[in-house]
């Protein structure tokens, strides 16, 4: 079923979603046009609120089936935050986080570590891309 054009709740992965590190869990958006606007940019408003869940990734898929169609990374957008990463070993990449009011991607968390952003877009926020209390992050290949 399509969301909305605004979703109204956080997409909130848990410990009941997390992967391992023999089976990470994925998040995968189509590269053709996904938008998700959080419509509220109350504090604790995000797209996606990855809190607590290890061996998760948040990313757009790459297709080769039409080579003329432009793709686009996933947007995440009208939030406190695009997307909140406080999980160990997660990963965010392909996503273009713009127009939040505080955070694009806020990797938070005095027990959070190994955290990957890679090949991101970060813009329109007060933060591009925030770590705070984040063991062992790594920023990779993004404009913020």
Excluded at 30 to 39: A, E, L, Q
Excluded at 112 to 127: F, K, M, P, Q
Aim: glycine share 10%; charged share 20%.
């Amino acid at each position: 079923m399509p969301f909305p054009a605004e979703h109204r709740e956080n997409f909130e992965v848990t410990t009941d979603d997390e992967g391992s590190s023999d089976a990470p869990v994925t998040f995968e958006a189509s590269p053709f046009g996904v938008t998700i606007d959080r419509g509220d940019i109350l504090s604790g408003s995000y797209a996606w609120d990855v809190s607590g869940a290890a061996y998760v990734t948040i990313t757009t898929a790459t297709c080769t089936k039409y080579p003329d169609v432009a793709q686009t990374y996933m947007k995440v957008t009208g939030g406190y935050g695009g997307v909140l990463a406080m999980g160990d070993y997660c990963r965010v990449s392909r996503v273009d986080a713009c127009n939040n009011d505080r955070f694009g991607i806020n990797v938070d968390g005095d027990y959070t570590s190994n955290v990957t952003i890679e090949n991101c877009l970060a813009r329109g926020s007060l933060y591009g891309i925030y770590i705070d209390w984040a063991d062992y992050a790594t920023v990779k290949n993004c404009t913020a």
